[in-house]
């Protein structure tokens, strides 16, 4: 089953970063993005409409019980998406559960009350369903697209599912083989990821966001289906989830929902609060050797915020700008005679903390601190100057065109709109939309002021001495003869 928890397919942020262990970049500035130019109007109302228009199509109540409900009816379709998602993640998990969330996840996909066994799977595969989940710091969802035909079933599943999973010694045995397995190849199997990860949740040790999402190998091993159980009952419940339906949706389809769901209890244990954390952001450096590493590579980390807070959606075009589009600084540097061979970025945006990150990969010729001093340097004249109007309005377009299409996917929708933050409970769509919409300029500028200046965290990934020495040499080599060999073996 593909997974997205931190590290794409293995979800964990680490992974995600040492995938990128063989990307990089060298940072020469690029004039013409930095320069002023006359002020240009910055009026995407008319582009923004859709977001406007599908919103108020949405059909959202609130059960009893808590649960959310939001439907989407569309037009000229025979399929529904159906996303679940559930306000529980690894920063639930206490000291010896390392891993339950992740765990879990893998459990509902092996059988329920009145569906045992691989009744789910199969069920769904003979409807030609699609199917799948993820998990997070802050969230597990689950999300699938059938026929509409088979909405009434799928709703029973669902719910059977969630309320009622089997849990016995067998299928726990199983999944944990699963996730061991999945941990081994996303992980330990793969160069400077394990002690990458380490080093990166070791900056929040002892906070709940301190530990991998895809959770450690002896927690893993010592779950039982007792343990669970428990973790079952505190956060899968009706108060901790939002249900979303995208397609064809039959006039039933509410009644359907009332009969699954309505009669679920939440638990008398109050729903577990969590604040923002309070990290004091210092330059950090490290080192770590991998014998089975490839070629030098360099990790930096900015501690942020996360997505409650005000700095939110500036900070989401800063790391645009820098980091994540084609037009960013970093992909500019890579127009002409480069520094570094790949450059990856995946901002990290929990719901109390954030962590902006960038690998680099050096030429033959470039030594890590020289991409260190780029980077710095980049930052730097961002920090320096406000953006000019031209550029922020193509920032925000930008974002704007990747919200709109999500509307083209109703499975992606479903997931958007179950993922919704309390403060935009009746405004999914276009509540984050009109708060990157009055980002300004200088407050951009702040951000990179304020987040990034001084608080580097560097960690570089090395590998094994004879290939150190080798780069080492390299660098000293006139650049002709440096790139005239680097280009023969590549």
């Avoid at 409807?127 to 079933?153: K, R, V």
């Avoid at 769901?261 to 309070?278: N, Y």
């Avoid at 999914?428 to 300004?440: E, F, H, N």
Wanted: charged content about 20%; overall charge neutral.
């Amino acid at each position: 089953m593909k997974r997205l928890i931190f590290i794409n397919k293995a979800k964990n942020y680490i992974t995600t970063v040492t995938v990128a262990a063989l990307s990089t970049l060298a940072i020469s500035l690029p004039v013409s993005a930095l320069t002023k130019t006359e002020p240009a109007a910055c009026n995407l109302n008319k582009l923004a409409q859709p977001l406007y228009e599908v919103e108020q199509r949405i059909q959202y109540r609130q059960l009893d019980n808590g649960l959310q409900v939001r439907t989407l009816p569309l037009k000229n379709t025979q399929a529904v998406s159906i996303a679940s998602q559930f306000d529980v993640g690894s920063r639930n998990e206490v000291k010896g559960q390392a891993g339950y969330a992740h765990l879990f996840e893998h459990m509902l996909f092996k059988g329920s009350k009145h569906a045992p066994g691989d009744s789910y799977t199969q069920t769904m595969s003979a409807l030609s369903g699609q199917f799948n989940a993820s998990t997070f710091f802050d969230f597990t969802n689950y999300y699938l697209t059938i026929p509409s035909q088979a909405l009434e079933l799928s709703l029973w599943l669902e719910a059977d599912r969630f309320r009622y999973p089997s849990l016995n010694e067998t299928t726990v045995k199983n999944q944990q083989g699963a996730v061991l397995e999945e941990m081994a190849t996303s992980i330990d199997n793969q160069p400077y990821v394990r002690k990458a990860m380490e080093f990166l949740l070791s900056q929040v040790e002892g906070t709940p966001y301190g530990h991998a999402v895809i959770g450690s190998v002896a927690d893993v091993k010592a779950a039982t289906p007792q343990s669970l159980n428990a973790f079952h009952q505190r956060y899968y419940r009706p108060d901790a989830m939002q249900l979303s339906l995208v397609g064809d949706i039959p006039k039933q389809t509410q009644d359907w929902i009332d009969a699954q769901f309505s009669d679920w209890q939440a638990p008398d244990i109050e729903l577990t609060q969590m604040d923002d954390l309070k990290v004091s952001p210092k330059p950090v450096y490290g080192e770590i050797v991998d014998e089975r590493g490839p070629w030098p590579a360099v990790l930096f980390a900015w501690h942020t915020v996360g997505s409650n807070s005000k700095d939110a959606a500036g900070l989401a075009l800063l790391e645009a700008y820098l980091f994540q589009n084609k037009s960013s600084l970093i992909q500019g540097t890579s127009l002409s005679d480069p520094d570094q061979l790949l450059s990856y970025s995946i901002p990290l945006t929990m719901t109390h903390h954030g962590m902006t990150n960038l690998v680099l990969v050096p030429r033959a010729r470039t030594s890590l601190d020289k991409l260190s001093k780029n980077v710095e340097s980049l930052i730097a004249s961002v920090a320096a100057q406000t953006l000019d109007d031209a550029h922020l309005c193509q920032l925000k377009q930008i974002w704007l065109n990747k919200a709109l299409s999500t509307l083209d996917s109703p499975s992606r929708l479903a997931r958007s709109l179950s993922a919704t933050q309390p403060r935009d409970k009746l405004h999914p769509l276009t509540g984050p939309w009109q708060r990157i919409d009055a980002v300004s300029a200088k407050e951009l500028q702040a951000i990179a002021q304020r987040y990034f200046i001084g608080n580097t965290v560097r960690l570089d990934l090395l590998p094994p001495w004879y290939i150190r020495a080798t780069k080492s040499i390299l660098e000293l080599l006139p650049k002709e003869m440096s790139d005239s060999l680097e280009e023969s073996v590549m």
